[in-house]
């Protein structure tokens, strides 16, 4: 490989802009990071990436930053004597939902970048405005209602979007800033997701839109494959359906077909390959599934600050509690997502509860010990109940409930009799385990239309569980969530560096470049990629008898989750 061909995948995360280089055969030979706070935060006056409107609930990132650190992560390559020329194929991943705004003079100022002067130099002009909304930004509650109320109901919208409305995604954000600066949005030509954004700077013309990354807008149709008629008025009131279209324009049908050649600007400033081409970027959710083979019937799940459940799937079954996209590669296939707020922020404050571990320095000793030494469901004898629980310190997305602590019993046989718990009938300890398995339970719930029989007899559930984020690590969060959810071939830890986006990125450009006609992602990936370096098996899975009796109490858990709701709403 001291000679083949050589492949770039990138990460503009909220907070880092990451450069990874592969070989044909996945092995990584060079990287390179920008972090945003650390190298650019004094001049940008940013905060973790991003700058704050909190009257409003902005939340945003100035698109001159991004410029200046792709010149800064392509400088850092050079530096590590990176064989640029040897690059062949172009990809990436970037933040989900945020949207560029480009002037008329966009296209010129692509066309004609001197590789002399740097890139936030030349392309001032061509930005019609200087920010892109954040993920994390939720000043759209209007226009998220408005949304919901388009297509009649938020399950309406979930059918065709893939996700109800949410404060966000790109068109509710569109919406609102079209009204709120309306001559920005006359003097817009085009909008980008921030993924075609940074595929648009290395082709030298504006990029179309990857058709994963436009599930995360609340405007593509899935099902009609093409852009919501209905969605298109509402989002372009007055101005007009026509000029919303012309402004996102077409939407990159094929995951792996190449956009054209890089720019000249990149090989004369930093050494590319004149016939170095470049395939569509893709969202950070999408490159996630990307960054392994990850079959029909495996799941991943991101236990961080927050938690993240993620499936490919050939059935489209949406729902307004998560979110369903199109495939970022493989036609027919979707993901689907669910996203909570309270992952390991409510896991550490059961944590913190519990008594501070004596004969450790590992903070989680005690909670580890506690969760593992109680039995499923806290079913300590044939007369207990099974007890439930949930622990939001913040308000969660799924579902819908504000932040609390309820917990309830059933009987385990069926689920039946499910009844609030009072505190003195609470054993101490409980909520260890219960913190983790009501986690796992909400992902089983949502997902359980998703999955059939791996076979040889067993119930439905998972292949396999990947997990990945901090979460990962704890042994007994492993346990229990292999218990829960299942996994006929184990859990396993993923460990990719923290270079999942970036990853799945780079792996896209090798797919992209070197497949046979008709060759799938999985299949070339999967042919290639050395499972071996990057997971390890930490949970056994399916257990018969254990995952049978979370089954029982399955519905219970959903119920629970009602009751709770109807109160709020009464409330």
Known sequence: MADGPLYLGFDLSTQQLKAIVVQSDLHVVADANVDFDKDLGSKYGITKGVLVNEDEGEVFAPVALWLESLDLVLQRLQEKNTPMNRIRGISG?????????????????????????????????????????????????AECDQFDARLGSAERLAEVTGSAAHHRFTGTQIMRLRRKLPDMYAATSRISLVSAFL???????????????????????IPANNWSEPLLE????????????SRLGEVQQDGGG????????????????????????????????????????DAIVSLGTSTTFLMSTPVYKPDPSYHFFNHPTTPGQYMFMLCYKNGGLAREKVRDALPAPQDSDDPWATFNTTALST????????????????????PEIVPNISAGTWRYTCNPADGSGLSEAPTDSWPAGTDARAIVESQALSMRLRS????????????????????VGGGSLNPAIAQIMGDVLGGSEGVYKLDVGGNACALGGAYKAVWAFERARGESFDELIGDRWKEDAAI???GEGYREGVFEGYGRVLGAFGEMEKRILEVARNT
């Open 199 to 221: 595929a648009s700077i290395f082709l030298g013309t504006v990029a179309p839109t990857d058709i994963s990354d436009a599930c995360g807008m609340n405007l593509w149709d």
């Open 448 to 467: 359980q239309t998703l999955v059939h029989s791996p076979g040889g007899g067993l119930p439905a559930q998972p292949r396999r569980i990947y997990l």
């Open 93 to 141: 991943s970037c933040q989900q939902h945020g949207s560029v705004y480009w002037s008329r003079k966009a296209e010129g100022l692509l066309g004609a970048l001197r590789p002399e002067d740097a890139l936030v130099d030349q392309l001032t002009g061509a930005f019609s405005h200087p920010y892109a909304p954040n993920w994390q930004d939720h000043s759209t509650q």
């Open 536 to 538: 390890q098996k930490v």
């Open 375 to 394: 039995p499923p469901l806290s079913i300590r004898s044939r007369s207990d109940p099974a007890r439930l629980a949930l622990h939001f310190p913040l």
């Open 234 to 245: 509402l989002t372009a009131g007055k101005d007009g359906v026509a000029g919303l279209r």
């Open 258 to 297: 190449s956009m054209g050649r890089i720019s000249s600007y990149f090989t004369a400033k930093y050494g590319f390959n004149p016939n170095c081409e470049v395939a569509p970027f893709t969202g950070d959710n999408p490159a996630t599934i990307l960054a392994l083979p990850l079959r029909p019937l």
